[in-house]
């Protein structure tokens, strides 16, 4: 495609932006710039690259990309989700205090909780389904809300808008992860956000190949400090993981409808089934989310989580499943099915665990590609097996 694909539809922007066919071949795809460092024309002339920590045309591609799809000013593109939320974090100071809602992915709390409170750096964990919980927590020193919506696995949903309104009344920022949904689905910025991340790792890349997270700011002076950060710190993602994902980008959409329509056939499988107690997915229309979710995003996503009672149920349904895989993370084309008390929030404290509600009897499904027969077929065999 020839010029600037910025006012084009999301699918049309997912392929073209930041990729222009490559200047020296014509290549219609962004090659893998697999280099370390860039020879200068004569000393104080390059050609804008100088050494890739800093700099590589590949990441450069992705990050234009991802920026563009999440309308914000500049992307950042780093080794894995967490990279992405540790030179986020470089926002605060000593001292300073971050809101963050209650039920995060545990390795962000394990993170904020076990190694940034012991640089001086303070957190409230609050119920954000409820701004007024956000409201109440802001201190003096709150220089940060932090959320995601929804939530994993408990699938709570926040008001985004209610979010930034109250941070920028009290001088921070608003950070929205928005692994779940994608920026075909929801768009933080638009609704008042400051910097969305992403654990690139997830939809963005889609099929379970890659590691790699990504940072979008709204604002040139938290994108200038990334940047620094970025090449101060260098956990930067590589050009080859920067091509996969720019790959996988390619097809979001089309993916994203799939998992959706997939996901509508588990859900109401799930919620007929006399052996599930309970099915919490914010498409349901007696979700609390619901409508909001409605509201604030285009779409429901594919994770769901269903309740069979108690650990021993949900262990005998997992270990009979076939089709799909009994394994961590999420957002690939295969059908993951895992236990997030034993798995994906193991390292949430059990008092923590059991003030959330994330029970021992949840499974969380993130719903893939398959033919949805298929996927229900193997559901109905695991539960039949689960006692
Ligand atoms: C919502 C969310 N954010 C961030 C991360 C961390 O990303 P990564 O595993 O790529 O470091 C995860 C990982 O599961 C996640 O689910």
């Known amino acids: 495609m020839k010029g600037d694909p910025t006012d084009l539809g999301f699918s049309t922007r997912a392929i073209h932006a930041g990729q222009p066919p490559d200047p020296l071949t014509g290549a219609v795809t962004v090659p893998i710039y697999q280099t370390s460092t860039y020879v200068h024309d004569e000393l104080g002339r390059h050609k804008g690259f100088e050494y890739a920590r800093v700099q590589n045309p590949t990441r450069s591609a992705l990050e234009t990309n991802v920026s563009a799809l999440e309308g914000g000013r500049s992307g950042h593109a780093f080794a894995s989700g967490m990279a992405a939320i540790s030179t986020l974090m470089t926002l605060l100071e000593t001292g300073e205090h971050a809101v963050v809602s209650r039920n995060v992915y545990g390795g962000t709390y394990r993170f904020f909780h076990q190694v940034l409170e012991?640089?001086?750096?303070?957190?409230?964990?609050v119920d954000a389904t409820d701004p007024a919980n956000v409201?109440?927590?802001?201190r003096e020193t709150t220089r940060m809300v932090y959320i995601e919506t929804p939530t994993n696995p408990l699938m709570e949903v926040s008001d985004i808008a209610a979010a930034a309104e109250i941070a920028h009344r009290h001088g921070a920022v608003l950070v929205v992860d928005n692994t779940f949904l994608s920026p075909y689905l929801q768009r933080p910025l638009e609704l008042g956000a400051d910097v969305v991340v992403h654990s690139t790792t997830k939809f963005l890349n889609g099929h379970s190949d890659s590691i790699g997270g990504v940072l979008v700011a709204r604002s040139e002076e938290h994108g200038e400090w990334f940047a620094f950060v970025q090449k101060s710190a260098g956990a930067v993602l590589s050009p080859f993981d920067s091509f996969l994902v720019l790959r996988g980008i390619k097809t979001l959409a089309v993916r994203m409808d799939r998992h959706e329509t997939n996901t509508r056939r588990v859900v109401e499988f799930l919620?007929?089934?006399?052996?599930?107690?309970?099915?919490?997915?914010p498409g349901l229309p007696d979700h609390p989310g619901h409508a909001l979710q409605q509201r604030q995003a285009s779409g429901f996503g594919a994770l769901v989580t269903f309740?069979?009672?108690?650990?021993?149920?949900?262990?005998?349904?997992l270990d009979r499943v076939r089709v799909m895989s009994l394994a961590e993370s999420l957002g690939g084309v295969e059908t993951l099915i895992s236990h997030p008390a034993s798995m994906t929030h193991a390292s949430v404290p059990r008092e923590m665990r059991d003030s959330l509600g994330l029970t021992d009897g949840m499974i969380r499904i993130s719903v893939g590609l398959e033919d949805a027969e298929d996927l229900l077929a193997d559901l109905e065999q695991a539960l039949a097996g689960s006692g």
């Open 271 to 281: 919620s007929g089934h006399p052996k599930v107690r309970s099915v919490l997915y």
């Open 307 to 317: 309740d069979v009672g108690g650990y021993d149920a949900a262990k005998a349904m």
């Open 135 to 138: 409201e109440a927590a802001m």
């Open 118 to 125: 012991r640089y001086g750096l303070a957190f409230s964990w």
